[in-house]
């Protein structure tokens, strides 16, 4: 095989309490890219649609983690990589780890599976601290592993698959503001209160349980982010005005995905999810901002092949 195109999904990190530890991944929205082997050395990065973006390969996320990988493995070809992208830079959607992701598990392919999913997440840390400025894996993993992922460590890497309960849906509406992450983090305290700190782990251990057991009461209950989201709910406008109105309309939990500014929710089951979208599209329609609302089942298969 000379040539593989992949579909590399959208990701919700965080989940509430679990800050650039948890994350989930999505079924209903995710960048293309076609992967091939070429005879010239290195990675090119030959076209790129949908955003503006580099194609230097060191200045590209899908490139820089590429990168990282062909230069692990003695081969006398190279690769080219094509993006087709539909995720939104700075949307909070795991933009950048779809594009780290994408380019290795394709390589990947290409060469015969050498490595693990461990291993390729490795390499896709390069290219996602070119874009947040720092290694993080909360994105990349669920969206490599699928489901629901704990990072337990990012040195070494070592992740943790959580199940998902089958009636478990996603609700994600993204407004069309940008909000970087490197500048998201900038804005988070250095400290936080022992109390908080508290709270905080006893929701992630709680989420985790509820998750393993589908205890959706539980989930409800463990949904709630006291560190994180008072800080970066500032920089989403209407985001307290979302948050009241779909938990209102039956949404287990709302919180911002990622650095935001998407605002994601769980739900238990596909009516209550589609309710939830009408709740946040009502909202929004009063503003002046553009937005738009996903909803998805959550993806238990991660990246994959699409031929």
């Given at each position: ?189 250095k400290e936080v209160a022992l109390s908080d ?17 589908s205890n959706y009461n539980l989930i409800k ?56 979208k009408e709740t946040m599209e009502n909202v ?24």
């Amino acid at each position: 095989m000379n040539e593989i195109k992949i579909f590399s999904p959208a990701t919700v990190a965080n989940v509430a309490c679990g800050f650039d530890v948890l994350g989930f991944c999505l079924d209903s929205v995710g960048d293309e890219m076609i992967i091939r082997k070429v005879d010239k050395k290195g990675i090119h990065i030959t076209h790129v649609e949908g955003f503006d973006l580099p194609l230097e390969a060191s200045l590209n996320v899908a490139g820089v983690s590429a990168l990282a990988m062909y230069e692990t493995i003695d081969v006398d070809f190279g690769f080219e990589i094509e993006i087709y992208k539909n995720i939104k830079p700075g949307s909070g959607i795991g933009s950048s780890a779809a594009s780290a992701v994408g380019s290795v598990f394709g390589m990947n392919e290409l060469i015969g599976r050498p490595f693990n999913k461990t291993q390729l997440t490795e390499f896709a840390i390069k290219g996602e601290a070119l874009a947040s400025k720092c290694e993080h894996a909360d994105n990349l993993a669920p969206a490599l592993f699928g489901g629901f992922t704990l990072v337990k460590s990012v040195s070494p890497v070592q992740i943790l698959e959580i199940p998902s309960p089958d009636d478990l849906y996603a609700t994600i509406i993204h407004p069309q503001i940008e909000i970087k992450t490197s500048e998201s983090r900038a804005i988070l305290p250095k400290e936080v209160a022992l109390s908080d700190a508290i709270t905080q782990w006893a929701n992630v251990g709680s989420l985790v349980h509820a998750l393993h057991t589908s205890n959706y009461n539980l989930i409800k209950d463990s949904l709630h982010d006291v560190i994180v989201e008072p800080h970066r709910s500032k920089l989403i406008p209407h985001f307290n005005e979302v948050k009241t109105e779909v938990l209102e309309a039956g949404a287990l939990g709302c919180g911002i995905s990622g650095s935001g500014p998407s605002i994601f929710t769980l739900n238990k089951g596909l009516e209550t999810a589609n309710k939830v979208k009408e709740t946040m599209e009502n909202v929004y329609a009063k503003t002046d901002i553009a937005f738009e609302v996903h909803v998805s089942k959550i993806n238990t298969k991660g990246v994959k092949a699409i031929y």
